[in-house]
């Protein structure tokens, strides 16, 4: 079956009635397009696990704290669809902005706690316009599933909450985040390095996994480990490290001692190019090791 491109909500609307109507399930994976292999990898997960897969491609001014940064965001739809094409895609879903917010917006879902830090506390505004946007689209689409990648892991847990305080009938399916051969999260953004900055970026993920393994080894002084990775990244050139913590991966907040699975999290900037990316370190590999020591 080919790939169905809809601009408007009525329409949308309409197809997935039809697509209900025959009992099949819907899975969708939101999108801000420039869509690479980790997009690809949420899709192909979609894919595999629901009969429609619906792909959204909006990028979503609210969630924009510097106009600059959304006008520069990468933009190619033809490129994006051909890449929807190729994996099967049943719908992409690409409104106008108009479509998505045609009066002014003056109804939002904010999500207390969980925002307060790392990039909630650097990009103000940030997740309400993230929570509302999703919130919109799953009220718009109505999937049975909805998938998110856990290198946005604040993101999703974000998600995860108003799912679950907001009794939102969806299940969400966190996707592993896919990587480059040396280590860098792909990312929209990556477009954007210079070949020196790309070749310095991959130190965060090193950084992030070093911080991780000396947890998963039982270190229980976090502020230490955290000198140790802001030190690895602080030297590199053009590198400025905006946060990096060790929180608890359900509320985001941040640790002072290790007493169950943890996320080491950052946002580094490489010249003019914000980087994110972050570790899981499950209780499992903790108390294992902490138990052969
Ligand atoms: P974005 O277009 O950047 O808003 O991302 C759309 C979705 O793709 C989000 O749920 C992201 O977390 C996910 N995503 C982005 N990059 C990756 C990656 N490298 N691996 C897995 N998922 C990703």
């Given amino acids: 079956m080919s790939t169905q491109v809809i601009r408007t909500v009525v329409g949308l609307r309409d197809r997935l009635a039809s697509v209900r109507r025959a009992g099949a399930s819907i899975g969708l994976a939101p999108t801000m397009g420039a869509l690479h292999a980790g997009h690809g990898r949420l899709i192909e997960r979609t894919r595999q696990e629901t009969d429609c897969v619906v792909v959204s491609i909006f990028v979503n001014p609210i969630q924009f704290n510097q106009n600059d940064d959304y006008e520069r965001y990468p933009r190619d739809l033809a490129r994006d669809l051909e890449f929807c094409r190729a994996r ?41 316009g993230v929570a509302t946007v999703v919130m919109k689209l799953l009220n718009i689409v109505q999937p049975d599933r909805a998938y998110f990648g856990e290198k946005d892991a604040q993101q999703l847990a974000v998600i995860r909450r108003i799912v679950r305080d907001l009794a939102v009938p969806v299940e969400i399916v966190p996707v592993a985040t896919l990587r480059e051969p040396d280590g860098l999260a792909l990312s929209s953004r990556n477009q954007r390095l210079s070949a020196a900055e790309r070749r310095v970026a991959p130190a ?10 000396r947890i998963a080894a039982g270190a229980s002084d976090v502020e230490a480990v955290k000198k140790e990775a802001h030190a690895a990244l602080e030297g590199l050139p053009g590198v400025r490290v905006e946060y990096l913590e060790v929180v608890d991966p359900e509320d985001m907040q941040p640790v002072d001692r290790i007493a169950g699975p943890v ?3 950052a946002a580094v900037w490489v010249g003019a190019t914000r980087l994110i990316d972050n570790v899981l370190c499950p209780l499992a590999a903790v108390t294992q090791v902490t138990e052969r020591a």
């Fill in 88 to 128: 099967g895609v049943d719908i992409v879903f690409a409104p106008e902005i108009d479509e998505m917010y045609p009066s002014p917006q003056r109804a939002f879902v904010e999500v207390e706690l969980l925002t307060e830090h790392l990039c909630g506390r650097f990009r103000p505004g940030h997740f309400r």
């Fill in 263 to 265: 996320r080491v999290t």
């Fill in 204 to 213: 965060l993920y090193r950084a992030l996994e070093r911080a991780g393994e």
